[in-house]
């Protein structure tokens, strides 16, 4: 019996029943650099130098995906973002 989260193949397509969700945050004229760091390190658990390249994505490219999971984790992901105040959303793939 294969695991529930392999992907199952129809045909000559593979079918994955649990596709990766990505959490991505989008830079804004409102929040501070220091401010989307902290957020990141208290709500992921990031170290300050993984948050800030992270920080610096968002700021110098606009976005950046800050987490990747199932799509109930990424959702609660983008609403704690919500709570902090950044503009964060959900996108399917990675």
Do not use: C
Not at 73 to 78: C, G, K, N
Request: hydrophobic content about 40%; aromatic content about 10%; glycine content about 8%.
């Amino acid at each position: 019996m294969a695991p529930l989260d392999a992907p199952q193949i129809e045909g000559d397509t593979i079918v994955d029943d649990n596709p990766v969700w990505s959490t991505i945050v989008w830079n804004d004229p409102i929040n501070l650099m220091s401010y989307v760091t902290w957020v990141f390190m208290t709500h992921f658990g990031y170290d300050r130098t993984h948050a800030e390249v992270l920080m610096w994505q968002v700021h110098n490219d606009g976005k950046s995906t800050v987490s990747q999971g199932s799509r109930e984790r990424m959702e609660a992901d983008v609403a704690a973002l919500h709570s902090f105040g950044l503009w964060a959303t959900l996108e399917q793939g990675g």
